[in-house]
């Protein structure tokens, strides 16, 4: 029986919940599904230029690991891009590296470095009907 897989440590929580194809009028198809580690590491290695052993030490995970994660994001990108088919990011066992929350009127996600114990102001819109994230 294999171990249970643990946490992958993702540093902020993505800004959108997809992409869809721009101008394709075709039979829409069954969505790709992205997790969020797999965005994580396209993030922290094609973004940002770290190396595999810098991104994996960030996330808290093996090397290999960080190969194998990263190696199904980039199918699940080319299989999105070349059948023209929406991409979705959500799921996935991680856990964020601070308190985050949602902004109820904006929408937008923020940290909260103090862990307030009352609902923190959103900095956007300056909103107090926020919620805290549980993934």
Same mark, same amino acid.
């Given at each position: 029986m ?13 800004r ?5 194809? @721009?101008?394709?009028?075709? %039979? #829409?198809?069954? *969505?790709?599904? &992205? ?7 396209? /993030?922290?290695?094609? @973004?940002?230029?770290?190396? %595999? #052993?810098?991104? *994996?030490?960030? &996330?808290m ?6 190969? /194998? ?8 990108v ?9 991409l979705?990011?959500?799921g996935? /066992?991680v856990?964020?590296?601070q ?11 923020f ?25």
């Open positions: 294999p171990r249970p897989k643990r946490l992958r440590k993702v540093i902020t929580p993505p959108f919940k997809g992409f869809k194809p @721009y101008g394709y009028y075709g %039979q #829409e198809k069954e *969505a790709v599904v &992205m997790l969020m580690e797999e965005l994580e590491v396209i /993030r922290l290695l094609d @973004y940002l230029g770290m190396t %595999q #052993e810098e991104a *994996a030490g960030l &996330m995970i093996s090397r290999p690991t960080l190969t /194998r994660v990263y190696e199904q994001a980039r199918k699940k080319a299989t999105a891009f070349a059948e023209a088919r929406t979705v990011v959500e996935g /066992r856990y964020f590296d308190d985050w929350h949602r902004c109820l009127i904006c929408n937008s996600t940290n909260d470095p103090e862990k307030s114990p009352s609902a923190p102001a959103c900095p956007v819109c300056g909103s107090l009907h926020t919620e805290q994230f549980n993934v």
